[in-house]
């Protein structure tokens, strides 16, 4: 009997580090199985499932003294990833299997009683961590192949059950590298944005935020198309970049939401949360260590908030940070995590609670319209870019102004606008206008005074904010974007500023 070592990785949010572990399999004493490392609950359980699987792959179990420990052992380890490389680590110490292969690999999976291996959460940046650790070799359960296979320099072997893992380890027979082809339909197109009827300034808010990647309002009576247009967004932008795809799929990855047979997310996610959605269930959260919300599940995508009001104040005061900087960070028991949340947001809300289909027919006294819409605080609200007020749906709406544009057409003006903004703050790694901060605009691209003297006023007379303000000039280069001109110019930012004096009540 010898003292093995095997390696597997312990996930914190989106980062991983490398976990050591050593099997000391010792004569003397009384049979016991000791596990060491700060393992938690499920971690701790493992001790059952892998003597019970080792048996079941008709293996000895060793009947002596078996001391399994983490390292480091400060670190929190949680999940049930460990099984395998606790599994393979015991028959190693027991001297069942040599441990030539093992050095070098790290290995993933849940195993079952019988031996098979389950498919676990935070594959992929538990690989990016491993290779960034210096592994050259990775086993992975089958189901998870083609996710672990996203991640370049490192080796990758599949395996079913724990008796695959054991001929391999012997010598006997090869692990699979190739993972099993699913019939994969075909994606439907998304949802056209010729089906909105009417609502022009609506229409227009939207290809200037998908144009922009700002933020945007939208209030108006029910079945005006809130939320048709808001689903529509995602139609409108671009393709991730193969970074952001990276990004989105990590998340998603950790979150144990990847879709099966297509691992790589290729498309900007769409994240519609319900109203009675949790603080933790919206922003992350969870006992031990937090797990991602629907904020960073929209990460590089859209985050609409339907019926915002119905949200309720913590709610939404709970994403101003995450607006500002892009990112959340979480605070628990067992340490601080840190989620990207880079994502665009959508607010569609009724003007007051009875909702009529016309403000004429409203039943709500001032006062309850005002403490319905202040739900949305100016805080907030200072945060979003565009807002528009929605028009009822007449029947003259209907039948003017020809066919409405499909989201291809707008689809192209975006791409253009959006290469424009690219190329303007490439050399600052910034790719939309909404990331540029305001300090860059008033500086390095200060625009004319004659330019900006309707924002002037508005800063003198109280009408919009010094961040309000920096977001009026985000906005004014991306209408001049739209328009083809290379700087903004003094009825851009009239517009931009338009947006945000539009009342909400």
Not at 155 to 169: C, M, S
């Amino acid at each position: 009997m010898a003292l093995r070592h095997t390696w597997a990785v312990a996930l914190f949010g989106v980062d991983g580090a490398l976990v050591e572990i050593e099997a000391d399999v010792r004569q003397g004493g009384i049979p016991s199985v000791q596990l060491l490392g700060l393992p938690d609950a499920a971690l701790q359980e493992s001790k059952n499932r892998v003597r019970s699987a080792i048996r079941n792959c008709q293996e000895e179990w060793p009947q002596r003294c078996v001391t399994l420990a983490l390292s480091p052992a400060a670190l929190p380890k949680v999940g049930t990833s460990y099984d395998v490389a606790l599994a393979t680590a015991v028959l190693a110490g027991a001297e069942q299997i040599p441990s030539n292969r093992l050095h070098g690999t790290v290995f993933f999976g849940e195993l079952a009683l019988d031996g098979r291996i389950r498919s676990v959460r935070g594959l992929l940046p538990g690989l990016l961590a491993a290779r960034r650790e210096g592994m050259s070799r990775a086993v992975v359960p089958m189901e998870g192949l083609a996710e672990a296979q996203l991640v370049d320099g490192i080796e990758v072997l599949g395996a079913d059950h724990l008796r695959e893992v054991i001929a391999w380890a012997r010598g006997q027979s090869e692990l699979e590298q190739e993972p099993v082809s699913e019939s994969v339909s075909e994606s439907e197109s998304g949802p056209d944005l010729a089906d909105v009827l009417g609502q022009p300034e609506a229409r227009w808010a939207l290809e200037v935020g998908a144009a922009g990647g700002h933020h945007l309002l939208m209030v108006g009576p029910p079945g005006t198309g809130k939320t048709m247009l808001a689903r529509r967004l995602c139609g409108l932008l671009p393709e991730p970049s193969t970074q952001a795809a990276l990004e989105i799929t990590t998340i998603h990855s950790v979150a144990g939401q990847l879709p099966a047979g297509s691992p790589l997310i290729t498309a900007p996610p769409f994240v519609a949360p319900h109203h009675s959605i949790s603080i933790s269930g919206l922003v992350g959260g969870g006992a031990g260590l937090a797990k991602p919300g629907a904020v960073s599940q929209a990460h590089r995508g859209i985050l609409l908030l339907d019926e915002a009001c119905e949200f309720g104040a913590k709610r939404l005061e709970a994403l101003r940070t995450a607006l500002e900087d892009g990112e959340i960070r979480l605070s628990r028991r067992d340490g601080t995590l840190r989620y990207p949340s880079q994502f665009q947001l959508v607010l569609a809300t009724n003007p007051c609670p009875c909702a009529p289909a016309r403000d004429v027919d409203c039943q709500c006294s001032p006062q309850t319209r005002r403490r319905y819409l202040g739900k949305l605080s100016g805080p907030l609200l200072d945060r979003v870019d565009l807002r528009v007020r929605m028009r009822p749906v007449t029947a003259m709406s209907l039948h003017t102004g020809g066919e409405p544009e499909t989201s291809e057409v707008v689809r192209k003006r975006v791409a253009e606008a959006r290469a424009a903004a690219a190329e303007r703050w490439s050399e600052h790694g910034w790719q939309s206008n909404a990331e540029v901060p305001g300090p860059v605009l008033r500086r390095e691209f200060a625009l004319p005074k004659k330019v900006t003297a309707l924002l002037d006023r508005g800063l003198e007379t109280g009408a919009v904010t010094a961040r309000g303000a920096d977001r009026c000039l985000r906005v004014a280069w991306t209408l001049s974007d739209l328009d083809g001109s290379l700087r903004p110019e003094a009825d851009h930012v009239a517009a931009a500023l338009e947006f945000r004096d539009r009342r909400s009540s």
